[in-house]
């Protein structure tokens, strides 16, 4: 190789060399400007303040991740369920995803370290880690029975949207009374019109739990359908019950299922639309909420729904009466993931 090739080589790994260290540079300078941006308080955006955060005692409340931009946005925050817009008050603990109930809490939530993962801790009153669990995904729902001693989470092992339907996840049951945790639902018995059913592409998401801790529902996805399931945690069995239910919530008198139905094919947009489906008779009742919800909703009364969609900074939570009558209305700005605790 001539003088002249090396001089040529070498000076063209240097410009390369530059521009990527520029490059990298510029992304480093972008990345802090947005860190920047969201620890800045912007205006027009809910008041919050820093407090003690409880999970019990007092009037009913409403506890939420705050997604409003400033120095505490992430944290769980809290305010009287009758004044949703009141100032906030938050607790310096951050959770992607989060529920709780009768004193218990779960939190799903990112660990930090050279390779970020992500946990799921069971939370008391006082929002004090209890237990800590890894998970092997990204945080997608998470629900506490109404008596605070079980627990579930789910979480996207692979592909991060329920809509395109190239997705895989993982759920699991913990019971905070005998520290039994059911890893898998998949290792589960499965029932389908009778028949034991098992299959390589079997999913399950969105657990909700009845009163007696032992019942609970859960949506079942496999060979390109989407089932209801009611589980006996007991012995270990899931039994589909309805079909074309995604995400379920059971109401507090254990009647009727909360749900997102699929209305478009895989991969549309807006696929989505709130439904109540009756256990006893099967009926199926749409919301008036026409938007997409992507969403496991949660009961606020034995009438009234509440459910996350889409906002300036993030997310708002809305509701929506579960009679398939009224109109929806926006409720809390900048918040998702909430928990009604209290009396």
Same mark, same amino acid.
């Not at 254990?254 to 489906?277: H, N």
């Given at each position: 190789?001539?003088?002249?090739? $090396?001089?040529?080589? #070498?000076?063209? =790994?240097?410009?390369?060399?530059?521009? =990527? $260290?520029?490059?990298?540079?510029?992304?480093?300078?972008?990345?802090?400007?947005?860190?920047?941006?969201?620890?800045?308080?912007?205006?027009?955006? %809910? *008041?919050?303040?820093?407090?003690? $955060?409880?999970?019990?005692?007092?009037?009913?409340?409403?506890?939420?991740?705050?997604?409003?931009?400033?120095?505490?946005?992430?944290?769980?925050?809290? @305010?009287?369920?009758?004044?949703?817009g009141a100032t906030r008050t938050t607790a310096p603990r951050d959770c992607l995803? +989060?529920?709780?109930?009768?004193?218990?809490?779960?939190?799903?939530?990112?660990?930090?370290?050279?390779?970020?993962?992500?946990?799921?801790?069971?939370?008391?009153?006082?929002?004090? %880690?209890?237990?800590?669990?890894?998970?092997?995904?990204? %945080?997608?729902?998470?629900?506490?029975?109404? *008596?605070?001693? /079980?627990?579930?989470?789910?979480?996207?092992?692979?592909?991060?949207?329920?809509?395109?339907?190239? !997705?895989?996840?993982r759920t699991a049951l913990y019971d905070t009374r005998t520290h039994t945790l059911?890893?898998?639902?998949?290792? !589960?018995?499965?029932?389908?019109?009778?028949?034991?059913?098992?299959?390589?592409?079997?999913? !399950?998401?969105?657990?909700?739990?009845?009163?007696?801790?032992?019942?609970?529902?859960?949506?079942?996805?496999?060979?390109?359908?989407?089932?209801? @399931?009611?589980?006996? /945690?007991?012995?270990?069995?899931?039994?589909? @019950?309805?079909?074309?239910?995604?995400?379920?919530? /059971? *109401?507090?008198?254990?009647?009727?299922?909360? +749900?997102?139905?699929?209305?478009?094919?895989?991969?549309?947009?807006?696929?989505?639309? #709130?439904?109540?489906?009756?256990?006893?008779?099967?009926?199926?009742?749409?919301?008036?909420?026409?938007a997409s919800v992507d969403d496991q909703a949660l009961w606020l009364d034995r009438?009234?729904?509440?459910?996350?969609?889409?906002?300036?900074?993030?997310?708002?939570?809305?509701?929506?009466?579960?009679?398939?009558?009224?109109?929806?209305?926006?409720?809390?700005?900048?918040?998702?993931?909430?928990? $009604?605790?209290?009396?």
């Amino acid at each position: 190789m001539t003088p002249f090739l $090396v001089r040529h080589r #070498l000076a063209v =790994l240097l410009a390369v060399t530059a521009l =990527l $260290v520029t490059g990298a540079a510029l992304a480093v300078h972008r990345a802090a400007g947005r860190a920047a941006e969201r620890d800045r308080t912007h205006a027009g955006q %809910p *008041s919050v303040t820093k407090g003690e $955060v409880r999970l019990g005692g007092g009037a009913r409340r409403l506890i939420f991740r705050n997604l409003a931009w400033g120095p505490r946005r992430d944290h769980l925050a809290t @305010v009287p369920l009758t004044t949703p817009g009141a100032t906030r008050t938050t607790a310096p603990r951050d959770c992607l995803r +989060f529920h709780a109930a009768a004193g218990t809490g779960i939190c799903l939530r990112t660990t930090g370290g050279v390779v970020p993962g992500h946990e799921a801790v069971v939370l008391d009153s006082r929002l004090r %880690p209890v237990r800590r669990f890894p998970v092997p995904g990204i %945080p997608t729902r998470a629900r506490v029975s109404p *008596s605070g001693r /079980l627990v579930a989470w789910t979480v996207f092992v692979s592909g991060d949207s329920y809509a395109g339907g190239a !997705f895989s996840t993982r759920t699991a049951l913990y019971d905070t009374r005998t520290h039994t945790l059911h890893d898998n639902l998949e290792d !589960f018995t499965v029932l389908i019109d009778g028949h034991r059913h098992q299959a390589v592409d079997d999913n !399950f998401w969105g657990a909700t739990f009845a009163a007696d801790d032992t019942t609970f529902y859960a949506t079942l996805g496999t060979r390109g359908r989407t089932y209801l @399931v009611r589980g006996n /945690l007991a012995r270990r069995s899931l039994t589909a @019950v309805h079909e074309n239910v995604e995400c379920p919530s /059971l *109401s507090p008198d254990g009647t009727r299922i909360a +749900f997102k139905k699929r209305i478009r094919p895989k991969g549309a947009d807006a696929p989505w639309r #709130l439904y109540v489906l009756d256990l006893r008779s099967g009926r199926e009742t749409p919301l008036a909420e026409r938007a997409s919800v992507d969403d496991q909703a949660l009961w606020l009364d034995r009438g009234t729904l509440l459910y996350a969609l889409p906002g300036d900074y993030g997310a708002d939570l809305w509701e929506v009466p579960a009679n398939g009558e009224g109109h929806p209305r926006k409720v809390v700005a900048s918040a998702v993931s909430p928990a $009604v605790i209290g009396p």
